[in-house]
């Protein structure tokens, strides 16, 4: 959020900060849960430029609206790495003065590179061309930890302004032409991580389908607690899906339900805490993963 200069206002971050904190939820993300059961403290924005940043824990270089390859928004994935490339190096002229919370040529070296992607490429329009792994190899990186794109077609958001009829749905109730892109693409990247180990021998590159993770949340939602696994929790209109274009959550005249815990999805596009919580489990129980390879492992000094 700070990248594009916005502010995401209430009620955002009602269920665990009580405040905004600029992520689209209502609480805590999955990578925010993951760092709380690695026992570390939560990433600190790159763009973010409040004083007391601290970047000794890691670094967060998620911007709104990201993808791999976009001319439409500021921020795609060679922006991205280029920011990574200038806060290392930054690092390495600020590190001998002592100026700063920073990071060790060890720790870059031995730090996990996690990489969540690919959902806005598929949706507008579906491309992928994750071509970056070589530059971050080169500057160290060993540990790759790459996360697949969810079922875009099981969204809130898609479901409200993409559905013509009843015939376009797969038998959860979600759009199947987008999943079957979402499927696509998510067969492309890993491909592409087979690829990858094969040519870069000392490197660990471990793939996770989040797409199954989510696809079960909503097959399975009563199981986790949930109801109404396709209506968002903060929009506009109700039933069905709860999404209106311009009315979205944040905006005047939009409420948001009186339990999250209730919803998997916050806003018509992004989980809430509760659904975060659950998908932060199975990311670390290693379980979707392939080589199945726990990240507790990999987060070692």
Not at 228 to 252: H, V
Request: charged fraction near 20%.
């Amino acid at each position: 959020m700070a990248g594009l200069g916005l502010y995401l206002g209430p009620p955002s971050g009602r269920q665990f900060f009580h405040r905004p904190t600029g992520r689209f939820c209502d609480g805590r993300l999955y990578i925010d849960f993951v760092c709380e059961r690695l026992k570390m403290s939560y990433l600190t924005p790159y763009l973010e430029s409040s004083p007391g940043s601290n970047f000794t824990h890691g670094v967060n270089f998620a911007v709104a609206g990201a993808a791999t390859e976009s001319t439409a928004i500021p921020f795609p994935l060679s922006t991205q790495v280029l920011q990574f490339l200038h806060f290392k190096n930054r690092t390495r002229e600020l590190r001998p003065q002592g100026s700063g919370s920073l990071l060790s040529e060890k720790e870059f070296q031995n730090a996990v590179y996690s990489i969540d992607i690919g959902q806005n490429d598929v949706s507008t329009p579906f491309s992928a061309n994750l071509s970056y792994a070589e530059l971050l190899h080169q500057n160290g990186g060993r540990q790759f930890w790459i996360y697949n794109t969810g079922p875009l077609g099981c969204l809130p958001q898609k479901l409200a302004l993409l559905k013509k009829d009843d015939s376009e749905l797969d038998p959860l109730g979600c759009l199947a032409d987008l999943n079957s892109a979402a499927k696509a693409f998510n067969a492309g990247l890993s491909e592409l991580c087979d690829l990858l180990r094969s040519e870069f021998k000392n490197a660990t590159i471990v793939y996770t389908d989040v797409y199954a993770i989510k696809q079960d949340l909503i097959a399975n939602h009563t199981k986790y607690g949930f109801e109404n696994p396709l209506m968002a929790c903060c929009g506009y209109g109700g039933p069905p899906y709860n999404y209106k274009f311009r009315m979205t959550c944040g905006e005047p005249m939009v409420t948001a339900c009186a339990e999250g815990s209730r919803y998997i999805s916050w806003d018509g596009v992004h989980n809430t805490e509760a659904a975060n919580s659950i998908i932060a489990s199975k990311i670390l129980s290693a379980k979707y993963s392939r080589p199945q390879i726990k990240l507790k492992g990999l987060c070692k000094g």
